[in-house]
């Protein structure tokens, strides 16, 4: 019996983000769980430039930055993608303006043939908003996780928020500000945030783990928490504060998505919520319960909930659905949906669905398998329209 044909995966890391090296830890973790007998792996680094390189020995070099949060310097053969009539190619750009097939650093070990799919593990701006998705749709090649608008929605926490809310999942009470609005008159950040009642939470309106959060405790702390999330958007949203307890569910899955048994995180060592620096920087500055202690009609409704928020906003593939939720469980919101969670070590998504039964090698073939089924679904559908002929 022949062999069966490995698939070709190109996994997309780094990126034009502030999550760069954490797109980096991620990286490093799908890889390695990686059955080589069923997947190609073609390893594809994109610099904090934008320039995307084929990544010579990948494991290596990210083994060597992910523990120093270090960002990833351009190593390898410099690529394009482009798209081929019958398939779909990295195409290597050579300094004499030649473009051939992407090779390996030393051309011996070409690297020839298409990509069956794309694992973008990119987190934040420039992979996780639709920007990459939009261009693998253009080249017409499978890739996992959201599409381009469930990609952009998962970004952009005010239209989510909003469309959330539409849809009856609720979420905290909040204000969006643009930063040029705020320039203009700070005054009415200062009574956005007064109708809300301190604390309240200041945060980026496009950005993820944690960057960029400020706690706001009085009025005279917002000018500086508001000027430290403007450097990484020009919106912001100001939160009511929900202190309480923090659960985050997984979502899998395509036309029926199914969530995961919730987990809970206990933020420690004097942080006051769940910022970057407990997550990435201080090893004892968070744990996880997973099961998380609640009663089961209450994990039962943050499942619900989960995978109402990923419905309501057209997700495909994956997501992690994050609750703020009050001590006594009586108040449950959702806080934020991403569509390319961490694949750290320490993430919740992965060790959230192997609690669930579902460890992450296998979890890594699911995604993929749902990504395959999505681009056929796409396929399926007509691009041009003939115009009935009149009689």
Known sequence: MAEKKRLRVGVLFGGRSGEHEISLRSALTVMSAMDPKRYEIVPIGIGRDGRWYLEHDALKVLAEK????????????????????????????????????????DDRNAMRGALDVVFPVLHGTYGEDGTVQGLLELAG???????????????????????????????VRYFSIDRADYRASSASATRLAGKLG?????????????IGISKVKRAADLKAALEDAFQYDRKALIEASCEGREFECAVLGNDHPEASIPGEVVVKGGHE????ESKYVDP??????????????????????????????????MARVDFLASRDLKEIYVNEVNTIPGFTAISMYPKLWEASGLKLPALIDRLIELALEESRERASLKITYQPKATS
């Open 273 to 276: 919520f769940y910022s970057y």
């Open 284 to 317: 004892d500055g968070s744990s996880t319960k997973i099961p998380a202690e609640m009663p089961a009609a209450k994990a039962k409704t943050l499942r619900a909930m989960a995978v109402a928020a990923f419905k309501a906003l057209s997700i495909r593939g």
């Open 141 to 171: 090649i499978a890739y996992v996780g959201a599409g381009v608008l469930g990609s952009a929605l998962g970004m952009d926490k005010d239209a989510q928020k909003r469309l959330l809310r539409d849809a009856g999942v609720a979420v």
């Open 66 to 105: 992910t523990p120093h949060l270090a960002a990833l310097t351009s190593s390898g053969t410099q690529v394009t993608l482009l798209p081929h009539p019958d398939s779909h190619s990295l195409v290597s750009t050579h300094s004499d303006g030649a473009r051939g097939v992407a090779t390996t650093d």
């Open 198 to 210: 301190y604390p309240v939470f200041v945060k980026p309106n496009a950005l993820g783990s944690s």
